[in-house]
Nanobody
Framework: QVQLVESGGGLVQAGDSLRLSCAASGRTFSNYAMGWFRQAPGKEREFVAAISRGGGITYYADSVKGRFTISKDNAKNTVALQMDSLKPEDAAVYYC????????????????????WGQGTQVTVSS
């Protein structure tokens, strides 16, 4: 198991930027593919972005493509989500997740593919 702790959430205005970070501990971080998900009140948790274990492959939900960037630093055991041009509909609790992966060129986009989750960080976007 790997333990995940998110940080960086907060209250911003529409159009602003925010950078979320997820710190991992407990296992060899470089063996894990990572993902970011979000959950708004009354809605199901949805996929936002994913990155392969080596960081070379990324994938985004259509709703955030071109605005969000996921990155992974295996030396620092962190994964980040840079969020630009935020919209009110981006408001949610954001979660990072880890998947132990033996394939360096695969990403994972569904909640059921991840078995390690952080506690979440709140992002609020005012219009």
């Amino acid at each position: 198991q790997v333990q995940l702790v998110e940080s960086g959430g907060g209250l911003v205005q529409a159009g602003d930027s925010l950078r979320l970070s997820c710190a991992a501990s407990g296992r060899t971080f470089s063996n894990y593919a990572m993902g970011w998900f979000r959950q708004a009140p009354g809605k199901e948790r949805e996929f936002v972005a994913a990155i392969s274990r080596g960081g070379g492959i990324t994938y985004y939900a259509d709703s955030v493509k071109g605005r969000f960037t996921i990155s992974k630093d295996n030396a620092k055991n962190t994964v980040a989500l840079q969020m630009d041009s935020l919209k009110p509909e981006d408001a949610a609790v954001y979660y990072c997740a880890a998947h132990l992966s033996w394939n360096s060129r695969v990403v994972f986009t569904t909640t059921t593919q991840y078995d390690n989750w952080g506690q979440g960080t709140q992002v609020t976007v005012s219009s």
